[in-house]
């Protein structure tokens, strides 16, 4: 059974960073996991994913540039390195997963099939 615990939410002020971390069990060898976001009245928005084990990955429009995407294979942990936060980015932050059939990952919410509870960033002055 895939389960994702996601941890490292928070507030923080207007260019400040936060570092999110996935913990993924029950993973099968090949799999993507993405990290997603969503804030209060909007649609799900794919941030970045990145594939195992072959560790592609792909990035949304808004996280091009601020945001890096990290697996640590030791410990099926999948980073987000989030930079330059504005308020903007203030929403409920989420991991999933689907097994991999092919070298590249989806930022398309619908091709997840598991999901992690989720975790806020709240960014403020």
């Known amino acids: 059974q895939v389960q994702l615990v996601e941890s490292g939410g928070g507030s923080v002020q207007p260019g400040g960073s936060l570092r999110l971390s996935c913990t993924a069990s029950g993973v099968p060898d090949a799999y993507a996991l993405g990290w997603f976001r969503q804030a209060p009245g909007k649609a799900r928005e794919g941030v970045a994913c990145?594939?195992?084990?072959?560790?592609?990955?792909s990035y949304g429009d808004d996280a091009q540039g601020r945001f890096t995407i990290s697996r640590d294979n030791a410990d099926s942990t999948v980073y987000l390195q989030m930079t330059a936060l504005q308020p903007e980015d203030t929403a409920e932050y989420f991991c999933?997963?689907?097994?991999?059939?092919?070298?590249?990952?989806?930022?398309?919410?619908?091709?997840?099939?598991?999901w992690g509870q989720g975790t806020q960033v709240t960014v403020s002055s």
């Open positions: 990145i594939t195992a084990p072959n560790e592609r990955s």
């Open positions: 999933a997963v689907y097994p991999l059939g092919n070298n590249w990952c989806s930022l398309l919410a619908r091709a997840y099939d598991y």
